[in-house]
């Protein structure tokens, strides 16, 4: 295996320096001005180590260049392809040991990856079209680097293992909502989105260099990073399950839902007594049966004289 490479050292050093830069700007930011919320984002949900804070700090930073790209008229599908091109030369690097670098590579592609759908906003350039090759080239994004790393770890079965099945559960994540989105579910954010796996993956890959030790340890090179690799690998396939039992479950409502018709109503105000109530207290009464001429009263009638 590979030792520490001092280029990926630097490279992780001074990825971490802008990180925390970022992260102490928007802090800055928030305390004069406040927290610059997004309903996009909140659509995101929240995950282990990616708070509201940290995404909303990253997003207020990519504000001036997805401007500045929307000003000079540069197409969201250009950067798009650029965003796949940074993610898939990231595979290489991982697979020489170039783990900084791979990493850098990483996060700088999954940076494009927001800019090219904020420059199609501001530039009301948005389309199915462009949404379709943005989620088609992200699947390419998802396999470069792990195919690397898994080419890295080939001299162990085990190890290598560990990227693939992350691979297998990133796959299930997005074809399991894909699907439900086909069949007009909605999935709840569950955890190990898109969003979160770049962001571990890439972090992993950037402090792997600073963290691990320079000899193997138990025959593992940057262990650290292999570490956060073999848990993205059980918890993504974790996630794909929960997702996929959970839309079969939401498939089999709908199915008796439309089975039992309007009887299920019925059934359920039967079942809670405070349905029932209400339901007697919505029914309006009922009218008043009209009197037969029969029994009309006689008062203020005239009869003929005998």
Do not use: C
């Not at 802090?27 to 004069?32: L, N």
Request: net charge positive; charged share 15%; glycine share 10%.
């Amino acid at each position: 295996m590979l030792g520490v490479n001092p280029g990926s050292v630097a490279v992780s050093v001074a990825l971490v320096v802008v990180f925390a830069a970022v992260l102490v700007g928007y802090a800055i930011r928030s305390q004069r001005h406040g927290r610059r919320r997004d309903p996009r984002l909140d659509r995101l949900g929240r995950s282990l180590l990616l708070g509201p804070f940290v995404i909303e700090a990253f997003y207020w930073a990519f504000q001036v260049p997805g401007r500045a790209l929307a000003a000079l008229g540069t197409t969201p599908d250009t950067i798009t392809v650029a965003a796949l091109a940074l993610s898939v030369a990231a595979g290489p690097a991982a697979a020489a040991g170039f783990f900084g670098w791979a990493g850098g590579l990483v996060l700088v592609g999954a940076m494009l990856d927001v800019l090219d759908g904020m420059v199609a906003r501001k530039s009301g350039k948005s389309s199915p079209s462009g949404e379709l090759l943005d989620s088609v080239l992200d699947r390419y994004a998802d396999f470069a680097p792990l195919i690397g790393l898994a080419v890295f770890y080939r001299g162990s079965v085990w190890q290598m293992l560990a990227p693939l099945l992350a691979l297998l559960g990133t796959t299930l994540i997005s074809y399991v909502r894909a699907k439900a989105e086909g069949l007009s579910l909605e999935l709840p954010s569950g955890f190990m989105r898109r969003h979160e796996r770049v962001v571990y993956l890439g972090v992993a890959l950037i402090i792997g260099p600073l963290l691990s030790p320079p000899a193997e340890v138990l025959g593992v090179a940057h262990v650290v990073t292999f570490g956060v690799v073999a848990i993205m690998a059980l918890a993504t396939n974790l996630s794909a399950v929960a997702l996929i039992a959970r839309a079969r479950a939401a498939l089999r409502r709908k199915a008796a839902a439309r089975a039992a018709g309007p009887a299920s109503v019925v059934d359920l105000a039967q079942r809670r007594p405070w349905l029932r109530l209400r339901a007697w207290l919505d029914t309006p009464p009922p009218p008043s049966p009209r009197p037969r001429p029969s029994e009309r009263p006689a008062t203020g009638e005239r009869h003929p004289e005998p």
